[in-house]
């Protein structure tokens, strides 16, 4: 009975242990892990990949220079002394531990030279090889592209990553010496840059000249003629067959004298067929120039919307990336998009709408691995995806989506008319001009309305109605918006696409321009920066010596320049200019102003000082007494919501205009437009005065419920 017993015992340990082995053999098997920079972009990438993989974020850079010291060894040819950033030691212990379990590793940052530089730093820490197959790099996050990635993944491209490593040691160069020096001789707090201080005296040379302006007077005579019972304009050219400026009142009598009856000449009429070639998809800059002047779009603002829509949106059975990627100076579009492109605009217009198969030429300096930005998917219209985005991505997504559907599609044609007409030797012309074909203008409209003129012959008669002489003055250059000051910066070759915003960012935070009326204005400390940079150290702000070396760091890109080179022909030069600088500056005292008032807790004078965001009020008993005030300015409207203070001129931190309450903390009134003093007479709350498209202004109900407007006359 004992050994049937022990039998029985010995069967059961034997099942156990054959279990045990099979639970073993089944066990979970290894993942793929895929590395990105973004939490959002994990999510959906996780998604299209399947449960074979697993993909985390390094929230970006994990690697960087210090932060208190230059961090570069100019004995050990200029190399770079990284360390991991401060507070992401966790991050990068649960990025090894994943790394160790996992079947293999992919990196799949961005796909630019920031992107390159931080899958490099990853496969360092992580113990990669970078000469391993284990970069994956795609344009847009759509489950083909995303796949199509992982089937051919490929070494890190180390001319990208010390095309980067380049920048960052020449903009820590220039930033840690020059800035320390502004620091000791003007005031703690200052900063300067490679392409900041580029754009600063850009914007102080443009206040220079309108400063010099000096208007010059000029007239035109304008006249209404009308053909039968059609009216027409004409604007007077000259007299005798020559063009003729008028310089003030004396020519324009001369010219009026000279018109003795209403009867004019046709003399010439020339009619020509012009075509209007549809605009290129946008790269970053434009697209930033675009946002600012038809959204009313900062270039920040635009950037991290475009960041939201690449990196994907839920629409509905989850996130998808609406974009390519958004730091692009590339207008290249791929084949498969243009074949979707003619696929929708053929559906939706026609077949004669589409150019499909047109070539675009991108500039010498074009990343060309980038596409030009675009949408995803083209059959993703702003309409059949509104409901799944808010309003500033739908309009960001709008823009987008019209101009690289206008870029795919024909030339708009339009039918032209010019009409020289004569009386006495005085000439006038009229143009006009009739769409005779929209093409790419059924989508992206950017004429003036057809003006046309009436049917005329070479010897009809014409009759004047009448004509109305105006008096001018030249303008000055107008200031710099963001849009503006983006597009001379492209157009100067200084700075590359992630560069703009963050440079108009900086020289707002360090208070060295302010933006008054969505133009940039600098400021005192703005115009002391300059003036010393310009005068110890040139070469930084000479436009043509910053693109010439943003020439040789793309050539580092490409492999045809070695970056330790490129900075030691810079530094040479640049460090003695550094030694002139330390003996030759002279500290400069940036004199407090007397603020005409008494302060309100020692009774020791008010001075008015300059500090990091702008002037204000402070004691002149400090250190002994803090008192400080903000510098407000009253607009002589009580305060709506407590009826006892008044409504002050406020800014914020990046230097915006608000109004507020100046019995604030008490009365937390705020209010981004200007109250005008009266309430809504239907609604009853109050009114306010907001700026309009155009320049005009328009009185609008504070409760956005209510429809109440009145217009504001000029």
């Not at 580092?556 to 030694?579: M, N, R, S, T, Y």
Request: glycine fraction near 6%.
């Amino acid at each position: 009975m004992a050994t049937a017993t022990t039998t029985k015992t010995k069967t059961k340990a034997t099942k156990k242990t054959k279990a045990k082995k099979a639970t073993k053999k089944r066990a979970t098997p290894k993942k793929n892990l895929v590395i990105v920079e973004s939490p959002a972009k994990a999510k959906t990438i996780e998604k299209y990949l399947g449960r074979n993989y697993k993909v985390v974020a390094s929230v970006g850079h994990i690697r960087d220079l210090k932060k208190s010291s230059m961090s570069i060894d100019f004995e050990n040819n200029y190399e770079p002394q990284y360390i991991n950033i401060r507070g992401k030691g966790p991050l990068i212990k649960e990025l090894k531990k994943e790394a160790k379990k996992a079947k293999k590793v992919f990196l799949a940052s961005d796909p630019d030279r920031e992107g390159e530089a931080i899958s490099w730093h990853l496969s360092h820490i992580l113990g990669l090889d970078p000469e391993d197959k284990s970069r994956v790099v795609f344009n847009e996050i759509t489950k083909d592209a995303v796949k199509n990635a992982f089937a051919e993944p490929r070494a890190i491209d180390m001319d990208l990553v010390d095309a980067q490593q380049a920048r960052r040691v020449l903009d820590r160069i220039v930033g840690y010496s020059i800035s320390p020096l502004l620091w000791k001789k003007v005031k703690k707090g200052l900063s300067a840059g490679r392409v900041q201080s580029v754009a600063l005296k850009l914007i102080i040379d443009r206040e220079n000249e309108i400063k010099a302006f000096k208007p010059e007077e000029y007239w035109t005579i304008d006249g209404a003629f009308k053909k039968g019972a059609k009216k027409f304009q004409a604007s007077f050219y000259g007299l005798d067959g020559k063009k003729l400026k008028l310089n003030n009142n004396d020519d324009v009598k001369d010219v009026l004298s000279r018109i003795i009856s209403d009867d004019f000449n046709v003399d010439k009429v020339e009619r020509k067929e012009r075509r209007r070639n549809a605009p290129l998809p946008y790269t970053t800059s434009s697209l930033q120039q675009d946002a600012a002047n038809k959204i009313n779009f900062r270039t920040r603002k635009t950037m991290m919307v475009a960041q939201q829509l690449y990196e994907g949106i839920n629409l509905g059975s989850g996130a998808q990336g609406l974009i390519t990627y958004m730091r692009t100076d590339s207008t290249r579009i791929s084949p498969v998009a243009q074949n979707q492109a003619a696929e929708f605009i053929t559906e939706r217009f026609g077949s004669k709408y589409s150019k499909h198969g047109s070539k675009v030429k991108n500039s010498s300096a074009a990343q060309d691995a980038h596409e030009a930005i675009r949408p995803s998917n083209v059959f993703q219209t702003p309409e059949s995806i509104a409901k799944y985005l808010d309003k500033d991505q739908l309009k960001l997504y709008t823009l987008i989506w019209n101009r690289f559907v206008a870029s795919q599609m024909t030339a708009a044609v339009f039918d032209t008319m010019k009409v020289t007409l004569s009386q006495n030797g005085v000439i006038f012309t009229a143009n006009g001009s009739q769409i005779k074909f929209d093409g790419y203008m059924a989508v992206y409209n950017d004429s003036d309305k057809n003006k046309m003129l009436p049917e005329m012959a070479e010897g009809d008669t014409i009759k004047k109605v009448v004509t109305t002489p105006e008096q001018h003055f030249t303008q000055p250059p107008a200031r710099y918006s963001e849009a503006t000051l983006i597009k001379t910066l492209e157009e100067n070759g200084v700075g590359r696409p992630s560069t703009y915003a963050p440079t108009l960012d900086v020289i707002q935070r360090r208070y060295y321009v302010k933006l008054v009326a969505k133009r940039f204005e600098p400021t005192e400390l703005g115009e002391i920066v300059n003036s010393l940079i310009v005068e110890f150290f040139p070469d930084i702000v000479d436009v043509k010596f910053t693109a010439e070396m943003e020439a040789k760091l793309d050539k580092v890109e490409i492999g045809k320049e070695q970056w330790q080179k490129v900075i030691d022909e810079f530094f040479k030069p640049f460090q003695k200019e550094l030694e002139k600088a330390e003996e030759g500056i002279e500290k400069i005292q940036i004199k407090d102003e007397p603020a005409g008032f008494d302060c309100d807790l020692c009774g020791h004078p008010m001075v008015i000082k300059l500090g990091r965001y702008g002037k204000f009020y402070a004691c002149s008993n400090f250190p002994d007494c803090h008192n400080t005030k903000a510098i407000t300015k009253e607009i002589g409207v009580t305060c709506p919501t407590c009826g006892q203070g008044q409504v002050i001129e406020r800014k914020t931190k990046r230097n915006r205009v608000f109004y507020g309450c100046d019995r604030y903390p008490d009365c937390e009134f705020t209010s981004w437009d200007i109250p005008i003093g009266r309430n809504c007479p239907k609604s009853g709350d109050y009114l306010v005065e907001k700026k309009v498209r155009g320049g005009g202004k328009q009185v609008i109900c504070s409760n956005e419920e209510c429809d109440y407007k009145e217009s504001v006359v000029k």
